[in-house]
């Protein structure tokens, strides 16, 4: 869902990346790890979806700030709901991304790809990748700020 504006779409992608894993399952060397190994492949389908749906969809700091920790805090039952509530507020506000926000946002947040690694991975150069980023930040801060006012 994070690649995509529907869940058709999602399901469609998360399909095709599935036929990709058991097409090359004897690939795999068992010297990485397994689910990095998966990760790659789906977030891999999911870009080739991208490229097949639109020519070009790819636009024209500290860039840390939205990177997930390993260091994370053990959530409480009561904090639970919550968490759960404002995770599908973000997921919602970053499928309002235009798709090359959205693409670089994913890649480099949620996958953990470099600047570099994402201008490879999509044809385009370091510096658009992260100014892409930085208007995908700008942006969800707005999309967000105008979400919690329609809460209050």
Known sequence: MRYTKDRDS??????????????????????????????????????????????????????NDFKMGAEDPIVEAEELESIEIKAELALE?????????????????MEEYTHKEIGEILGISEGTSKSNLSKAKMNLQRILNEQFVNIK
């Open 93 to 109: 506000a970053i499928s309002q991304l235009s798709p090359a926000y959205r693409t670089v946002f994913n890649l480099y947040v």
């Open 10 to 63: 999602a399901e469609e992608v998360l399909q095709e990346g599935f036929i990709k894993i058991f097409d090359k399952l004897e690939v795999f060397d068992y010297k990485g790890s397994f689910e990095g190994w998966i990760r790659r492949i789906m977030s891999n389908t999911a870009i080739d979806s991208i490229r097949k749906s639109k020519k070009n969809p790819i636009l024209t700091d500290n860039d």
